[in-house]
């Protein structure tokens, strides 16, 4: 039977797929549909087909899950900032688990028991520190649209608090709000700065300071277990892993694009009495090959914390020529991480020990995951054991 725009199916849930859609099939035909839990018998009204797969939107929940619950936000479901808010914290946390070790074991064939139980967040609501504020001229009502992205659309939803956002930026809100930009199309963002750290305006820090100690003891764990005497901390931003992680090694240097961010990192380690090194602005894969000719690979650790596209091609190549003893790789983007761990580990050059994730990112798709890579040719050189979790 074919499928087309309009059709209402009843279709059993059989899994959530990485990005929260819920997967389900008609005459072995892929269905996805948001908002839905695995298990669930639900209703749905096809929107889109394709040639191998169809989506549908959510218009009844025939037999619920258990692990559903009533969503906190009145605005989820329309906004597209938290895919699993209907979903019980610890069915998150499954979830997210299950989601990274099919990434995993699907885009590089690593061992899903390699991955650790994902760590939770203290606080799954009210913490992020930084969102984005979009304005839309909504020719309707002839005003202003204030808010998120829809799920479904480029459109806004016009809203006045973020149920996952802290207090202090739903209070700015209000006051974008009351002080509406000129016009649809501009984007403000609003930030909350983390205490003691210089963060220039367009620069990077990490969106949850609740779970952000979790975070820093994890890569503190793997690169103590590691041993080593020298740190290359590569898309270092405002120099955070550099700062916290400094007194673990002789010597360190941070690499990054963003020459503001890195004038902030230098002062950020002025302040915070860490000496023991020194800031580049630099594309990684410009000034890395450099570096590591500086230190001796069997006592270097090199920490890779990039963008969600992951890194660049020349930058994997290099590091699997020089085969540094460790390589511990943060990311909020597991797919793109299991793809270049993939590539690093290709023809036995380097071998995952272990992932751990964490939960960054409460009721969204997103999850952070700290990797340690280790070079199979350093065996002879500080031996690395896995932490007891």
């Known amino acids: 039977m074919s499928l087309a725009r309009g059709d209402k199916l009843t279709l059993k849930v059989d899994d959530i797929a990485f990005g929260g859609e819920g997967v389900a099939r008609w005459d072995d035909f892929v269905v996805f549909v948001p908002l839905v839990a695995v298990g669930e018998v639900v209703e749905a009204e096809v929107t889109e087909v394709k040639k191998r797969f169809a989506r549908a939107k959510l218009l009844r929940v025939v037999a619920p899950s258990p692990d559903r619950v009533e969503p906190l936000c009145r605005y989820f479901g329309e906004c ?36 650790a139980p994902v760590v939770p967040c ?31 659309s480029r459109l806004v939803v016009d809203l006045d608090e973020c149920k996952i956002a802290e207090p202090a930026l739903n209070e ?3 006051h974008v709000r009351a002080h509406p930009p000129p016009r649809g199309g501009i984007k403000v963002v609003l930030r909350i700065p983390p205490q003691g750290w210089e963060v220039p305006p367009d620069s990077f820090f990490q969106n949850n300071f609740f779970l952000l ?20 901390d590569i898309y270092c931003g405002v120099g955070f892993f550099s700062v916290e992680l400094g007194d673990l090694v002789q010597s360190f240097v941070g ?13 950020n380690a002025t302040a915070r009495g860490r000496l023991n090194g020194q800031f580049v602005a630099s594309a990684a894969e410009d ?10 690979p069997r006592v270097t650790t090199v920490l890779l914390d990039p963008p969600r596209k992951g890194c660049q091609p020349d930058l994997l190549q290099v590091l699997r020529r020089v085969q540094p003893a460790q390589i511990i790789y943060v990311s ?8 270049d761990l993939n590539v690093l580990c290709a023809d036995g050059v380097f071998e995952l020990a272990q992932v751990v994730p964490l939960d960054m990112f409460p009721n969204t798709q997103h999850v952070e995951c700290v990797a340690d890579i280790r070079c199979k040719s350093a065996a002879d050189g500080p031996k690395l054991s896995l932490p007891t979790l």
């Not at 597209?80 to 299950?98: I, T």
């Not at 690499?255 to 002062?267: K, N, P, T």
């Open 80 to 115: 597209g900032g938290c895919q699993y808010q209907h979903l019980a914290y610890p069915a998150q946390l499954s979830l997210k688990l299950k989601q990274i070790g099919d990434l995993f074991e699907r885009i590089g064939g690593f061992d899903r028991g390699l991955i």
């Open 122 to 152: 203290p606080q799954p609501y009210g913490y992020r520190n930084r969102i984005m504020i979009r304005s839309q001229w909504d020719k309707l009502k002839q005003g202003l649209n204030i808010g998120f992205l829809q799920a479904e």
């Open 172 to 174: 700015q809100i209000k």
């Open 213 to 232: 100690p979790g975070l820093v003891e994890v890569v503190r764990e793997r690169l103590r277990a590691g041993g080593a005497q020298h740190l290359l």
């Open 255 to 267: 690499v990054e694009l963003d020459r503001l961010a890195i004038q902030a990192a230098r002062r």
């Open 287 to 296: 000034v890395l090959p450099t570096l590591l000719s500086r230190f001796n």
């Open 332 to 339: 909020c983007h597991p797919a793109t991480m299991a793809r």
